[in-house]
């Protein structure tokens, strides 16, 4: 199955590596689990920080958490969606490779995956949503102080942004990306819980009709960072003149 892991980075994938397997990472990559550790995330922030002159911790901690989970939902939706297995993405069994400056560059895997048990579109992401995202996101804000709605807002902004352009893989079908969109068009989640990656972007239509433009549900707060400013799919309402009222809206 490893070689089968490999071979689906090509067409929409093919400038991105595809994770590692190894049942012993080696000393250089990190236990996931670690970022659970209040710790631990002060030290990753500190060096990831440096780069932008140690500017606002939630902004420093919403920017890593966008390079993070844009590893995480590529590699995790293209397997789960194409090969419908489920990769050992879990904090407790995944290993990360980090940049110098702490950035997650690449995924460590214990195993190739293991064939979905559910096709149900809830069950067969919970690895992702109850093994990963739910716990780190918690631990995000827990040690920023920022809302767990803007790391799931930067989940969500990938996780979309995958499943939309899955169709265009060499070996997907038009409808591909459909279990994961019928995640994210519920409300709420089987067991009750308000659903995190409930719509996390929005399409609008601008001047030329033929192009609509891909706007996120909520600002990643990057803007918090002086010399960054906004991001190219920010909320229309996330502008300058509201600037104050979004942001403590964002970060409260």
């Not at 996931?32 to 030290?43: F, G, I, K, S, V």
């Not at 995640?183 to 009750?192: A, F, I, K, T, V």
Request: one cysteine or more; charged letters at 20%; a neutral charge.
């Amino acid at each position: 199955m490893t070689q089968a892991l490999s071979s689906l980075y090509i067409g929409p994938l093919e400038g991105l590596a595809p994770p590692e397997v190894s049942a012993t990472p080696g000393p250089d990559a990190r236990p996931a689990r670690e970022l659970l550790d209040p710790a631990y995330l002060d030290a990753l922030f500190a060096r990831f920080g440096a780069q932008y002159g140690h500017g606002d911790r939630r902004a420093v901690a919403s920017l890593w958490s966008k390079w993070h989970f844009s590893a995480l939902a590529a590699h995790g939706l293209i397997a789960n969606l194409l090969l419908e297995r489920d990769l050992p993405l879990g904090l407790d069994e995944l290993h990360l490779r980090q940049s110098p400056e702490g950035q997650t560059s690449g995924l460590v895997l214990r195993h190739a995956g293991k064939p979905l048990a559910e096709l149900e579109p809830t069950a067969r992401f919970a690895t992702l949503l109850d093994g990963h995202l739910t716990p780190l996101v918690e631990a995000l804000a827990a040690a920023t102080g920022a809302s767990p709605k803007v790391f799931w807002s930067n989940a969500g902004n990938y996780f979309e942004y995958f499943a939309s352009v899955i169709h265009t893989h060499p070996m997907a079908s038009a409808d591909q990306g459909e279990p994961a969109r019928a995640l994210m068009e519920s409300r709420s989640l089987p067991d009750g819980r308000r659903n995190p990656l409930y719509r996390p972007v929005r399409y609008v239509t601008p001047a030329a009709p033929d192009q609509p433009a891909r706007v996120r549900r909520l600002c990643c707060i990057r803007y918090l960072i002086d010399e960054l400013g906004y991001c190219a799919n920010c909320p229309l309402g996330c502008r300058p003149a509201g600037k104050a009222a979004k942001a403590a809206k964002a970060v409260g």
